[in-house]
């Protein structure tokens, strides 16, 4: 077959085009769980939409085969969002070509593509209604865009810093419904919040003009200065709660304008903020991801947030992700290192739905005799064996003192994997426990090795 290959290769005789071959994309295993609010649940109560790389992942809970990609990015996800009808899926991209993309989520299509930004989105928010999407720039762009979603055409814009350089760096952005005027009637402008680093601002936007009457005013908060991470409005639209980067909530009174209270909640910073509706008594329960892990249940009510006895709990990684589902009973949860669970509102029992590693893969391999299962090891120091059948890991090894691993192989019921300081590590392919480590095999590290199909050779 070589010999004549070759042959074919050096003549000119001419013929039909080589038939080209194309592999269908199976399933993904794979969250950007590193993003905030970008784990979300679709009203339909069946989906959930997440990032993965540079592409859009809508994927059915109750079947792991089911998965749809949506892909038009050419760099990393750096924002996403859902629409409250769920019609509409946005999400924006870092780099140069700092596109947001509107996609249709019942056709899973291409819908709107806004070029207007530069160097990478920071946040982005649909209005209640499903009217307007916002857009927000990272802090070299500088600039927030309000697109009409019935045209795709621009409906306002503005600079939220003033400064040169900007330093006022908006991370998070949300709609709080219509303005209301003094008799607490809606008026037909929509509000809109900001946050970021050491700022704390509220918009009012005249959609028929894109005008602002309210453009920016900064929330009194009487010295109390944070880097806010997330916000979130009330049901009612009066209070505006943010998280920190220190770890507390601050709740804001929207019609005053200013700081009403400040609790400490959680350790490593606040990443993600779940606020519900209230109930007839007037408490909105809220739910707060920190993170080192924690998930912490407090309720709202008379202008104070109080704790909730057994209210905390812990997962793996920081919680970077809060989202309600349709019926309100439970939310959806992503965390820093890529694990998602479903979590029960009412008791805060929650149940694992997927684990990823949480960097880059650096090597896969198959067992010498069967093809129902395979293996991974990545940056993130953790070796994995996975089932073919519903993606769920069978097992997991970690070792967080030997830099990265580089390449991995079956040998019976055995995993080998080189790593980066030298060492061959054996790890149990039913367990995940390490067995032994040899030492100074290779003085630039192991990079590739690979057992002989009698298992006896290394």
């Given at each position: 077959i070589g010999a004549k290959f070759f042959e074919m290769a050096g003549s000119e005789r001419e013929g039909p085009p080589p038939m080209e071959t194309s592999m269908e994309l199976e399933h993904a295993i794979g969250f950007g769980g590193s993003l905030r609010g970008c784990l979300l649940f679709h009203p339909n109560g069946r989906d959930i939409v997440y990032p993965a790389g540079g592409c859009v992942v809508v994927s059915d809970l109750s079947d792991p085969h089911n998965q749809v990609f949506l892909r038009g990015h050419d760099d990393f996800l750096s924002a996403m969002t859902l629409s409250s009808s769920g019609r509409f899926i946005a999400s924006g991209q870092t780099g140069e070509n700092a596109d947001v993309i509107v996609w249709d989520y019942e056709e899973k299509r291409l819908l709107y593509r806004m070029q207007?930004?530069?160097?990478?989105?920071?946040?982005?928010?649909?209005?209640?209604?499903?009217?307007?999407?916002?857009?927000?720039?990272?802090?070299?762009?500088?600039?927030?865009?309000?697109?009409?979603?019935?045209?795709?055409?621009?409906?306002?814009?503005?600079?939220p810093s003033t400064e040169r350089p900007p330093v006022a760096c908006v991370t998070c952005a949300a709609f709080g419904g219509f303005f209301k005027d003094i008799k607490r009637r809606d008026t037909a402008n929509y509000m809109v919040a900001t946050a970021g680093k050491r700022s704390i601002r509220l918009w009012s936007l005249d959609p028929m003009t894109g005008q602002w009457p309210v453009m920016g005013e900064s929330l009194v908060a009487h010295g109390h200065v944070r880097d806010y991470t997330c916000i979130a409005f009330s049901g009612d639209r009066q209070w505006l709660f943010a998280g920190s980067s220190t770890g507390d909530v601050s709740m804001f009174q929207i019609k005053g304008r200013s700081l009403a209270v400040s609790k400490q909640c959680v350790q490593g910073g606040v990443d993600s903020l779940l606020v519900m509706e209230a109930d007839a008594q007037g408490q909105a329960t809220m739910l707060v991801g920190g993170g080192t892990g924690t998930i912490a249940k407090l309720l709202c009510h008379d202008m104070q947030i109080h704790d909730v006895r057994n209210g905390q709990v812990q997962v793996q990684g920081g919680v970077t992700s809060l989202n309600l589902s349709p019926d309100r009973t439970e939310a959806i949860v992503g965390t820093g290192q890529a694990y998602m669970y479903r979590l029960r509102i009412s008791d805060l029992k929650h149940i694992l739905v997927s684990e990823n590693h949480s960097a880059p893969v650096t090597a896969v391999t198959f067992p010498h005799d069967s093809s129902d299962r395979f293996a991974t090891c990545a940056e993130d120091g953790s070796v994995r064996v996975w089932d073919l059948s519903d993606y769920a890991v069978l097992c997991k090894g970690v070792c967080k003192d030997g830099g990265t691993p580089l390449c991995i192989d079956f040998a019976m019921e055995c995993l080998l994997t080189g790593w980066s300081d030298g060492r061959i590590r054996c790890f149990d392919a039913e367990t995940g426990e390490m067995l032994w480590s040899m030492s100074d095999v290779h003085r630039g590290g192991v990079t590739a090795l690979k057992v002989s199909h009698n298992q006896r050779f290394l």
């Open positions: 207007s930004h530069d160097a990478g989105i920071a946040a982005l928010a649909f209005s209640h209604d499903d009217k307007l999407l916002l857009s927000v720039g990272v802090a070299a762009d500088n600039r927030i865009f309000v697109w009409d979603m019935a045209s795709g055409l621009m409906n306002a814009q503005a600079t």
